[in-house]
């Protein structure tokens, strides 16, 4: 899902929060840009520490599975061919920053301003509405993998209090509904996007756990001294697979590989944060190159190290398929380090969200008191909350609803494909191909609009294929699943 979803969303926030800065007064000084905000600072290497950190996030965990179902050809192939698609797209979103011209023409500033002026009218609506749904099921995607790191600190040290006799059995009910109450309490935030270090905090937590589950994998090698998986993947016949749930599984790792590469939605608030000359556009491709590169790097060692390490066992989440179970404490560290980052982040993610609710509520019901009355709450040492009645309900039965879907199917990784399918054709490929098309003027039938739409299909083609894999897994879970009972 994969990213630092805590930057990620602090800058996705922007679309609905209003964080315009002053104007500049009549003269105009040197400190402000060609729009009236105060000069950007951002350069390409502010851009890049964005995107990485956007990016790396629990989608990583899923990759050694990934790999383990693709096999060490097709494996690294796939995660090479994200990347450059990846990459290639996030170009020509960058020149769709500004209409017109590339260096004078009118900013915009979120993705969906973006849609707006390039394409406008229902596509927008589309655009949201996938947008919002994407957040949506990151939220239960959340809630599942919190639970999932809560369950592994407990059942971890279980087993290393029993000495390995105990299987330490658990149900991942208490733990969603323990995450769920958490969330409750920090949703009546009303401005947690101003929080700017959160960001911080989930970046740090985001490298702590990924790199503790490369350097586990690097441990376990170097330990068994070999190299485990075989060139085509997971063989038929282990862990009862059969030549059927072979294609599906192959084809959710197409998910959870797209999931971990998924930024394109916060590409434009990013490259608003950046100064020019050079222009912007510039900036944000190379920016793109240097975190891409980073980031694929750092994935292929993660996916390959974890699949050598364990082969076709590899579990659905690196640190949490309790492939290690010593040293105990640094498991503990980084699933701690993961629920962490997964509390602010599900916070950060959700206030678009909760913010564009609440706005449209006002507009339908402008003269509820229900909704736009504040109730003053006194607390010590603090100045006073600001209590409202429509957000204390609304955003209660959101968490509660996410919560509920969460135990009703708590699978990880068919989570985490379902949603690198959904969002990576449309946000990643469909729109910015064709708001590049409208802003570059490409004549339709020629030769560059064929090779964009060409690889739009294709996209397309691999995201519907990760979907009815993902799909598949989760129907294929259900069979063996008891709803609020099941135990791992």
């Known amino acids: 899902m994969g990213e630092n979803i805590a930057t990620k969303n602090h800058h996705l926030s922007h679309q609905v929060f209003d964080l315009s800065l002053d104007a500049a007064p009549p003269g105009g000084f040197k400190c402000f840009d060609d729009d009236g905000r105060l000069k950007r600072t951002g350069t390409v290497w502010t851009a890049s520490a964005h995107i990485i950190t956007a990016v790396i996030g629990s989608g990583v965990l899923s990759l050694a599975w990934a790999t383990a179902q693709l096999g060490w050809i097709a494996g690294p192939t796939v995660m090479f061919l994200f990347s450059f698609v990846t990459y290639y797209t996030s170009t020509l979103l960058a020149a769709c920053y500004r209409s017109g011209d590339p260096v004078t023409g009118k900013r915009n500033y979120t993705y969906m301003d973006a849609v707006q002026a390039n394409l406008g009218g229902a596509k927008v609506k589309v655009c949201g509405l996938i947008q919002y749904l ?49 969330e409750i309490l920090f949703s009546q935030i009303p401005d947690f996007d101003q929080i700017s270090w959160l960001s911080m905090v989930a970046a740090v937590m985001s490298f702590t756990y990924s790199s503790i589950g490369l350097g586990l994998g690097i441990a376990k090698v170097a330990e068994t001294g070999k190299f485990r998986g075989s060139l085509t993947g997971i063989s038929i016949g282990v862990g009862n697979v059969t030549q059927t749930q072979k294609i ?159 135990m009703l199917m708590p699978f990880f990784n068919d989570v985490v494909g379902i949603l690198g399918a959904f969002g990576f054709w449309p946000l990643t490929v469909y729109f910015p191909v064709e708001m590049y098309i409208v802003q570059k003027k490409i004549p339709k039938w020629s030769t560059r609009w064929l090779c964009l739409q060409i690889l739009s299909v294709a996209c397309l083609i691999i995201s519907i294929a990760a979907a009815a894999g993902s799909f598949a897994g989760v129907v294929t879970d259900l069979k063996s699943y008891k709803p609020f009972r099941t135990s791992y």
């Open 248 to 406: 599906w599984r192959s084809f959710q790792a197409l998910g959870d590989i797209a999931f971990a590469y998924s930024f394109s939605l916060i590409l434009i608030e990013i490259q608003d944060t950046v100064k020019s000359p050079p222009s912007e556009s510039k900036t944000m491709k190379r920016a793109s190159l240097i975190s891409v590169t980073v980031t694929t790097l750092f994935y292929m060692l993660c996916g390959c190290f974890g699949y050598a390490a364990f082969g076709d066992l590899s579990p659905g989440n690196l640190l949490t398929g309790f492939g290690f179970y010593n040293p105990y404490w640094l498991l503990d560290i980084a699933n701690a380090a993961i629920v962490i980052h997964l509390v602010g982040a599900y916070q950060v993610y959700c206030q678009p969200l909760f913010a564009f609710v609440e706005k449209t509520a006002s507009e339908w019901f402008p003269e509820s008191e229900f909704i736009s009355r504040e109730i003053n709450v006194p607390i010590p040492c603090c100045k006073p909350y600001k209590l409202n009645l429509f957000r204390l309900v609304w955003r209660t039965i959101f968490v509660i609803v996410t919560t509920v879907i969460s």
């Open 134 to 182: 994407n957040l949506f099921g990151v939220a239960i995607g959340y809630t599942i993998a919190a639970s999932i790191s809560m369950m592994a600190i407990k059942r971890s040290n279980c087993f290393h209090e029993s000495g390995g006799r105990n299987p330490c059995k658990t149900s991942s009910t208490p733990y969603m509904i323990i995450f769920g109450v958490a």
